[in-house]
T-cell receptor
């Protein structure tokens, strides 16, 4: 069966520090991969999605970036975190064709101090 | 914006009652999905309805879709305390999904 792992579960970082969040999927090949951010009590904002290795589409201009170095690995990064980067970050995957559900990891709670 | 909007924002009902949540969206879609999120956790997929479908059932869940009104509803019948969660609709076009702001459902035992 397919599983998705996201880590760390919680992270506290100072303003201006770098960020690296990792997401890996097991049990499937060539998935579509997604990064979302959820502000407290709000809906999900699509940040990035990828349909293949090295293929990244950005939805929102920001100081975050994403990379997909391997088929089932998706990384969210920042060189310098801002206070506004605080939030709940969720990684998800779906089968690589339309009309398919998304499967989410348990998220990373990021707090910027 | 391509995001859906759920209504109501919050709903509180007694165990055993039915819960109805609505979702409105603005653009053409291939499908509409409903997800559930327990506090502090990731989202769990509940049901997907394609744009050429009008109604779909899964256990105690019933979803309707009216593409002419760009709206969908999620009905949870015979609610249980364990149904307490936030519920989101997501509209899909191709490889992209856009989520609404959610309905927070509280089921009182």
């Amino acid at each position: 069966s397919q599983t998705i792992h996201q880590w760390p579960a919680t992270l506290v970082q100072p303003v201006g520090s770098p960020l690296s969040l990792e997401c890996t999927v097991e049990g499937t090949s060539n998935p579509n991969l997604y990064w979302y951010r959820q502000a407290a009590g709000r809906g999900l904002q699509l940040l990035f999605y990828s349909v293949g290795i090295g293929q990244i589409s950005s939805e929102v201009p920001q100081n975050l970036s994403a990379s997909r170095p391997q088929d089932r690995q998706f990384i969210l990064s920042s060189k310098k975190l801002l206070l506004s980067d605080s939030g709940f970050y969720l990684c998800a995957w779906s089968v690589g064709y339309s009309n398919q559900p998304q499967h989410f990891g348990d998220g990373t709670r990021l707090s910027i101090l | 914006s391509q995001q859906g909007e759920e209504d109501p924002q919050a709903l509180s009902i007694q165990e055993g009652e039915n819960a109805t949540m609505n979702c409105s969206y603005k653009t053409s879609i291939n499908n509409l999905q409903w997800y559930r999120q327990n506090s502090g956790r990731g989202l769990v997929h509940l049901i997907l309805i394609r744009s050429n479908e009008r109604e779909k059932h899964s256990g105690r869940l019933r979803v309707t879709l009216d593409t002419s009104k760009k709206s969908s509803s999620l009905l949870i019948t015979a609610s249980r305390a364990a149904d307490t969660a936030s519920y989101f609709c997501a509209t899909g076009t191709g490889n992209q999904f856009y989520f609404g702001t959610g309905t927070s459902l509280t089921v009182i035992p």
